[in-house]
């Protein structure tokens, strides 16, 4: 195989995987965030209203994660 095409590839590998570690530490971090109310302490009336104003997240994985 390419040697190009094998770099490409290790490196699509690599960076899924920070991709789902950073996914499960997004997930933990959210979670502590609703049992704490912080979302309160920037305005913001919920966890999915604190995740899109505050964190940048798009509304549709704002929307999953308020189902935590």
């Not at 991709?19 to 049992?35: P, R």
């Not at 899109?52 to 189902?67: N, P």
Request: aromatic share 8%.
């Amino acid at each position: 195989m390419n040697k190009k095409i094998e770099i490409l590839h290790e490196k699509a590998i690599d960076i899924c995987k920070q991709f789902n570690q950073a996914q499960v530490e997004l997930i933990e971090i959210l979670q502590a965030v609703e049992q704490k109310r912080v979302y309160l302490h920037f305005g913001c009336s919920s966890l999915f209203d604190y995740s899109v104003k505050k964190l940048g997240l798009g509304k549709s994985k704002a929307q999953k994660s308020s189902y935590l």
